[in-house]
């Protein structure tokens, strides 16, 4: 049974920084996308980030570019989302996402985690 296993979130404030961790079990990700979404409250859930699984290429969602970085320890089939400069507006839960493709520049992934808070005060 695939699991992904998200960590690392909690309660900062603007200008802080947090590490999410996402722990893959199941199956080997190392030649699969990996990604992460957030679900800000009240709204959808949106794409954030993903890494490729072949060529570690990584794509990031403009409201996030140049302040979030992805990457992943193959050895450890984790993927982890670094987070800097955290506003209000990242107030979101944070999900993993594995086996990810993104064709039409969409990202589709088949399996997720449970979710991770982040809440960014003001």
């Known amino acids: 049974q695939v699991q992904l296993v998200e960590s690392g979130g909690g309660l900062v404030q603007t200008g802080d920084s947090l590490r999410l961790s996402c722990a893959a079990s199941?199956?080997?990700?190392?030649?699969?996308?990996m990604a992460w979404f957030r679900r800000a409250p009240g709204k959808e859930r949106e794409f954030a980030a993903v890494i490729s699984g072949s060529t570690g290429n990584r794509f990031y969602a403009d409201s996030v570019k140049g302040r979030f970085t992805i990457s992943r320890d193959n050895a450890k089939n984790t993927v982890y989302l670094q987070m800097n400069s955290l506003k209000p507006e990242d107030t979101a839960v944070y999900y993993c996402a594995g086996d990810c493709t993104r064709p039409m520049g969409t990202t589709v992934c088949k399996y997720w985690g449970q979710g991770t808070q982040v809440t960014v005060s003001s």
């Open positions: 199941g199956r080997t990700f190392s030649n699969y996308g």
